[in-house]
């Protein structure tokens, strides 16, 4: 089992929670002083998702940028230059079938918790973190606030249909992997977490 604790690191468990080991090497937290930067304690995972189909891999959208494993969270690869618009965010879905892909919602980091430039998008890599699409289509472009939190991006067991809900009530879906989104329902309560069953 691997745990992503914000501002406490990724931990394992291989034995059924008798003993626990904190894997964040290769993470970095930008907030903390230089002497204390790589910590693998304070390590502020948003959210940690695992591959399916290929358990080795996973991805972290964490406070200061996207990381991924190949390893099985023993060593993590930060992939944040690459990143648009920007490596901050909270959720992040990685495709069931493909470890190279995954999605991420950016914003604007700390001081206003908002899409970047009002404009409300989901990025996309399907080369492992070389490059990434921002993807727009359906989603609003102006006068934007929405943020998408930890657990408010899920996709399906076949890694075609995505949902995604918003602190602002919005619902949208995808069924073509993100290339247009669908908006479902625009008054809702602020959506906490999203889930295909």
């Known amino acids: 089992m691997t745990l992503g604790i914000s501002c406490g690191g990724v931990w394992v468990t291989e034995d059924k929670g008798k003993t626990w080991e904190n894997q964040c090497k290769g993470m970095y937290a930008e907030y903390m002083p230089p002497d204390r930067r790589d910590d693998p304690t304070i390590q502020d995972p948003h959210l940690v998702v695992q591959c399916p189909s290929a358990p080795d891999h996973y991805w972290s ?37 493909d470890p190279e892909t995954a999605w991420f919602v950016p914003a604007v980091k700390d001081e206003k918790r908002v899409p970047m430039d009002g404009s409300f998008v989901v990025s996309r890599t399907r080369d492992g973190g070389k490059t990434f699409e921002v993807l727009r289509n359906g989603l609003p472009q102006k006068h934007a606030y929405d943020l998408v939190y930890r657990h408010a991006l899920d996709i399906d067991d076949r890694g075609d249909t995505l949902v995604m809900g918003s602190t602002t009530g919005g619902l949208w879906v995808s069924e073509d992997g993100g290339d247009g989104w669908r908006l479902v329902n625009a008054h809702m309560p602020p959506i906490y977490a999203v889930r295909f069953d």
């Open 61 to 97: 959208q964490h406070h200061n940028g996207v990381f991924r494993s190949r390893d099985g969270s023993k060593t993590w690869d930060d992939i944040s230059p690459m990143a648009k618009p920007s490596k901050f965010g909270f959720a992040v879905a990685v495709h069931p079938k």
